[in-house]
């Protein structure tokens, strides 16, 4: 009877090892400091990823649209390729979106991907800039359009009376109303949709700078260098 143990006694070790447990999770800062990771901000957002893949994918539709109109339609005329750079963003946002977050010292990979994805953010919305002021001129540009139909072109010109007058040539056109009224449609649909982007972008950038430079796990260390006390600030 001297070398038995009560219940009473047994339970009360019990909840000062799991206090101690406890107590040494929260020094060393293992699941606290993991459930603070995966907190709601850590991860990329989905939104905006997915909205850089619809307008890229719109931009570049409506830019082939415009080429099966005439094949004399310059690059700048139709930004496909501004479409194209935006899917590509678009992908680099679903993989940090797919990435678990960790200290970006212990993650080399992880940073090159959002420093990437920063610079082309940042490219995407120069970009767009450009693709607007392109689109803004020709829009200006067909809205001051004389055309006439000369066989299987249509030729432009934007003062008809006078003879020195600079002339427009597009090819594989046998209806000059789409020069006149669909392509000026075409052109303001990838300003409003150039814009957009510019704007989603500009989030875009603007959330990796914040989550490298606000968002941050600050601390003093305690016991070993291996183990620290992690606080979000």
Not at 163 to 175: E, Q
């Amino acid at each position: 009877m001297g070398s038995g143990t009560s219940p009473m006694g047994s339970a009360g070790g019990g909840n000062a090892t799991a206090g101690k447990e406890k107590k040494g999770q929260a020094e060393t800062g293992g699941p606290v400091l993991e459930e603070a990771q995966k907190c709601c901000g850590c991860r990329f957002p989905l939104l905006v990823a997915l909205l850089q893949l619809l307008l890229g994918i719109a931009v570049a539709a409506v830019a082939f649209l415009m080429v099966a109109i005439s094949s004399s339609l310059l690059a700048r005329e139709t930004p496909h390729w501004a479409g194209i750079i935006m899917i590509v963003v678009s992908l680099l946002g679903f993989i940090l979106f797919c990435i678990t977050r960790v200290p970006d010292e212990r993650a080399s990979a992880q940073f090159i991907v959002k420093l990437l994805y920063f610079f082309l953010c940042t490219m995407g919305l120069v970009i767009s800039a450009v693709v607007i002021a392109f689109q803004c001129y020709h829009y200006a540009l067909t809205n001051s359009y004389s055309c006439k139909e000369m066989g299987e072109y249509c030729l432009c010109t934007l003062d008809p009376e006078d003879p020195i007058a600079r002339t427009f040539t597009y090819s594989s056109v046998t209806d000059c109303s789409a020069i006149v009224s669909t392509l000026p449609m075409y052109y303001l649909l990838q300003m409003v949709l150039n814009l957009a982007q510019a704007i989603v972008c500009l989030v875009g950038a603007f959330l990796m700078w914040k989550h490298r430079y606000q968002v941050f796990f600050a601390g003093l260390q305690t016991g070993s260098p291996s183990t620290h006390n992690w606080q979000k600030v």
